[in-house]
């Protein structure tokens, strides 16, 4: 049985297929043949030369490059819980009461598939719609992707060409309310 994050993963990379009009080894064979070394300038060169989105473009370097959360835990032989809670052990072990009530409250929404990375975890439908993640050892931090929200003081605008637009900090569970709901579920209702 295929877990979440694998199977983000692979419609993922289906979707890149179709939008490149490539096939995957031919995409892997580009990345890895390519004379630049870095995550960034790889991931910048795919979205040049083959139109990708940010989200695609870093999805396909971290794949050619095995060096994305779900292949690091694949290779550890660890599932998607024990990679979600090593992202919050430590330090960073407080903040998982904050993760776990936002979780709650998503899954109110419908259907999405959650993909742990290294240090965040993407939600998706038919593309990413939010991620959430330790930012500190005293805030978790969500990622909003959606295009046309009212930035305001809790509400933070990131700038362009990021996976998401905004950011909203939270150090307790009671920050998981009805505003920071309100604008998931518009993010939520437009990927899918």
């Known amino acids: 049985m295929m877990s979440d994050t694998a199977k983000a993963l692979a419609t993922q990379l289906a979707n890149i297929e179709q939008r490149s009009g490539k096939r995957l080894d031919e995409l892997v064979a580009l990345v890895r043949q390519s004379s630049l070394k870095k995550h960034g300038e790889l991931r910048d060169m795919l979205q040049r030369e083959l139109g990708l989105g940010y989200g695609d473009a870093n999805t396909l370097v971290h794949h050619a490059l ?3 959360g779900a292949s690091a835990a694949a290779a550890q032989g660890l599932s998607d819980d024990e ?3 090593e992202l919050y052990s430590g330090p960073k072990a407080a903040l998982r009461p904050i993760h776990d009530k936002l979780m709650a409250a998503l899954a109110g929404f419908g259907e999405f598939e959650t993909a742990p990375k290294k240090t965040y975890v993407s939600l998706r439908r038919k593309k990413q719609f939010a991620m ?3 930012a500190t050892k005293t805030c ?3 990622g909003i ?3 046309s929200l009212s ?3 809790r509400l933070q605008a990131l700038p362009a060409g990021g996976m998401c637009q905004y950011k909203v900090r939270l150090s307790q569970p009671e920050e998981v309310d009805e505003a920071l709901l309100g604008w998931l579920r518009q993010a939520y209702d437009s990927a899918g």
């Open 66 to 68: 095995q060096s994305d």
């Open 83 to 85: 990679v979600l809670a």
């Open 132 to 134: 959430v993640g330790p």
């Open 140 to 142: 978790v931090e969500v």
């Open 145 to 147: 992707n959606h295009k």
């Open 151 to 153: 930035p305001n003081e």
